[in-house]
């Protein structure tokens, strides 16, 4: 039985409890991030830390992370649990104030909640076949930049594009890709550009986005980061995806049409080993 984190407190699973009133729970008031693990260390931590502040603060939190007591709290999970692959959940809440109530008390205190999930990342069947993708609009709340825990409408379409055969979904606005249910897209152009959309309100500022095109750079591969349409990632020689769970996963398949030759192409899968090997490298 894993040990968990809930405001203070190291507890068993099925211990962990918070309030019914909690905000998280009734409105979706919360922000999350999650961090990977690689032989015991952390992936990019500081990185994701960075975000939560960013998150918190777009939201009006007054809940402000102690990313040193994080740090610590993360590493003591990791150790209880034995994890030597896997991902740290993290989550805040706005917290409860006694009953529910549309407006919001900046007084509540905030709900803290950690655990781990053990789960194999290097050795992934998935990123060696290549992923199915399939489109739908976006129609997400307009502030996807923010890490928040409104995460349904993703969950309808990732388990939608499961029952029909493919592994996730990419969603579409105003004719342009946004980002995956869970990661951010990218397609690689018949000149070996990569192109991944710009940083905007439009898609979560990824942590794994901001690595794998440093790594990009350091391959002195040309990147641009722009609007590109449904007919371009038909017509692209590669696509990927990337994310803290899955790194870089490349695309075989969206909406039916073979991307390149229907098989990972030969930039995501480089991506993918050098990003492994940057950030294992450089895990705390």
């Not at 499961?162 to 249910?181: F, N, P, Q, R």
Request: proline share 2%; glycine share 6%; charged share 25%.
């Amino acid at each position: 039985m894993r040990t968990v984190y809930v405001n203070g407190q190291y507890v068993p699973e099925n211990e962990a409890t918070i309030s019914i009133f909690d905000r998280s729970f009734l409105f979706a008031d919360g922000v999350y991030e999650v961090t990977s693990v690689l032989d015991g260390k952390l992936i990019d931590f500081n990185g994701h830390m960075t975000r939560l502040a960013r998150s918190l603060s777009e939201l009006g939190f007054t809940y402000v992370p102690d990313i040193d007591e994080l740090l610590a709290v993360h590493r003591e999970l990791v150790k209880r649990n034995n994890v030597t692959e896997g991902l740290v959940y993290l989550q805040v809440s706005r917290g409860s104030a006694g009953d529910r109530d549309f407006a919001i008390n900046k007084d509540t205190p905030a709900t803290l909640v950690l655990f781990t999930q053990s789960k194999s990342l290097i050795k992934s069947a998935l990123a060696e076949r290549g992923q199915k993708i399939l489109t739908y609009p976006d129609v997400r709340w307009r502030r996807s930049d923010i890490k928040t825990v409104q995460l349904l409408y993703a969950s309808l379409l990732k388990t939608e594009a499961a029952a029909k055969g493919a592994d996730d979904a990419w969603m579409v606005l105003d004719g342009y890709i946004t980002e995956g249910s869970s990661n951010n897209a990218y397609i690689v152009t018949k000149d070996n550009v990569i192109v991944t959309r710009q940083l905007s309100n439009d898609i979560l500022h990824g942590i794994t986005r901001k690595a794998v095109l440093k790594c990009a750079d350091e391959l002195q591969l040309k990147v641009e980061e722009r609007l590109f349409t449904v007919d371009e990632v038909l017509n692209a020689k590669e696509a990927f995806s990337t994310s803290a769970s899955a790194f870089v996963c490349p695309v075989a398949e969206v909406d039916g049409t073979k991307i390149g030759d229907g098989k990972p192409g030969p930039i995501a899968k480089r991506l993918r080993e050098i990003y492994i090997e940057a950030n294992r490298a450089a895990a705390i």
